[in-house]
């Protein structure tokens, strides 16, 4: 079975009741107020047998959260998107891993990006700033500058940023120039960072001659049946089926709904190499079993096994450097604090993002988890999603109901 199949909890042999732990779970996130709503889907050996949601949209809303609601998230765009589409060039041999920047981007020629490697960029110890602020520069007294944003599309101002704001048609440069002029950390050591991906964005275009949206639609989320994943979701749903994320007091002064979240890929119209990406669970459900399968997915093989293999694997250990390329793992050491639960196993990879979004893939055991949530709403400096570490608890809670079902046979 190549495909995921959705069956009961007591066809892979756990009794439906043991899974109320993992409604308990999502459900005190939501009564403390973490995030409003939340989806929640395990798949265990290529079947879905856990597919829940909870709570509303907003702490205010009476309709409730279902399992075709759309998500942003977030920086689950690097690996969900990005990721996907340089493995893509790497196998087409249009891009190397170990090339610089410089060699795809002409424009970087002069500057401290040029010698930067992919790899390195890749797996965050290219000494790239965490994230630059690029909205300041386009306030003047707190609001939108006029001569950058008009309420209005049109030909100068054809990127949306927001409701009734669009940005002028040749800002992206200046975001592209800010990057090129920004300075290196001192030391090449491990440093999250969403700057790189800013960057890998353009070599994808600049290699293809395509929008990065365009390549992985016809090339993964289509074929695969991904009827949700993709940018700009507001071109193909209604706003309803979207979570509203941050209420935006500072640059675009409304409640975010249908739009990313994140200032800086809202800037370039949506579309950012590290955050733009809307889903909804059970379609990233199925770009996990795809890594799971070794990179195929319903009799169609979208990966070489040697691709997948190379990807999701810690690339510099003995630099105390746990990510893969674009993936995160586990905690190189066990005593560690890192960002997958203690069960997972040293093979899994997966990644997180700022709206409250997570997902990780375990190859030992063949168990995806995908958790969505808003927990932006209705204002970003919320962290009980993580101070209460909800989505690594629910995590660890099924590796335990698991074992328990699997040590009985």
């Known amino acids: 079975m190549t495909r995921l199949e959705f069956v009961f909890p007591e066809e892979i042999g756990i009794p439906s009741e043991k899974l109320n732990t993992i409604d308990s779970l999502a459900l005190s996130g939501i009564n403390n107020r973490a995030y409003p709503g939340c989806q929640v889907v395990f798949a265990f050996d290529g079947k879905i047998f856990y597919n829940k949601s909870f709570g509303h949209p907003r702490y205010e809303d009476t309709v409730r959260v279902n399992n075709a609601n759309i998500y942003d998230l977030a920086s689950l765009t690097k ?37 930067l490697v992919i790899r390195d960029v890749m797996t965050h110890q290219a000494g790239l700033q965490a994230w630059i602020p690029f909205y300041l520069k386009t306030l003047h007294k707190g609001q939108p500058d006029p001569s950058i944003y008009q309420h209005h599309p049109s030909e100068g101002y054809p990127l949306r940023v927001a409701e009734d704001l669009y940005i002028r048609k040749d800002y992206p440069d200046s975001v592209y120039r800010t990057i090129m ?28 001659g395509e929008p990065m949206e365009e390549i992985l639609s016809a090339s993964f989320y289509k074929p695969l049946g991904l009827s949700t994943t ?63 399968n070794n990179g195929e997915y319903g009799g169609k093989q979208y990966f070489l096994p040697s691709t997948i293999k190379e990807f999701t694997r810690v690339q510099f250990p003995a630099n105390g450097n746990r990510r893969a390329l674009g993936f995160d793992k586990p905690a190189l050491n066990s005593m560690s604090d ?43 400096s919320n962290e009980k999603i993580v ?23």
Request: glycine content about 8%; aromatic content about 10%.
């Open 79 to 115: 690996v969900a998107a990005t990721t996907l589409a340089i493995m893509k060039l790497v196998e087409e041999k249009k891009i190397s891993l170990d090339e610089k920047l410089g060699t795809y981007l002409p424009e970087l020629k002069g500057s401290n990006k040029q010698d």
């Open 230 to 292: 993709g940018f700009l979701p507001r071109k193909r749903f209604p706003a309803s089926r979207i979570m509203p994320t941050e209420y935006d007091t500072i640059f675009r002064k409304q409640l975010i709904r249908g739009d990313v979240h994140d200032p800086g890929a809202a800037m370039l119209g949506g579309v950012s190499g590290h955050a733009g990406l809307f889903s909804n669970a059970a379609d990233l459900a199925i770009l996990l079993q795809l890594f799971l």
């Open 338 to 380: 890192g960002p997958s639960c203690k069960g997972a196993s040293p093979e899994s990879f997966g990644h997180s993002g700022f709206t409250g979004t997570y997902i990780w893939a375990d190859p030992e055991i063949k168990l995806s988890y995908i958790f969505l949530s808003n927990r932006v709403y209705p204002d970003a």
């Open 181 to 208: 002029d920004a300075p290196l950390w001192p030391t090449r050591d491990y440093k999250y960072s969403d700057i790189g991906f800013y960057l890998l964005l353009r070599i994808i275009e600049k290699v293809t």
């Open 387 to 409: 101070e209460m570490n909800i989505r690594t608890r629910i995590h660890q809670a099924m590796y335990d109901i698991l074992e328990a079902a699997y040590m009985k046979k």
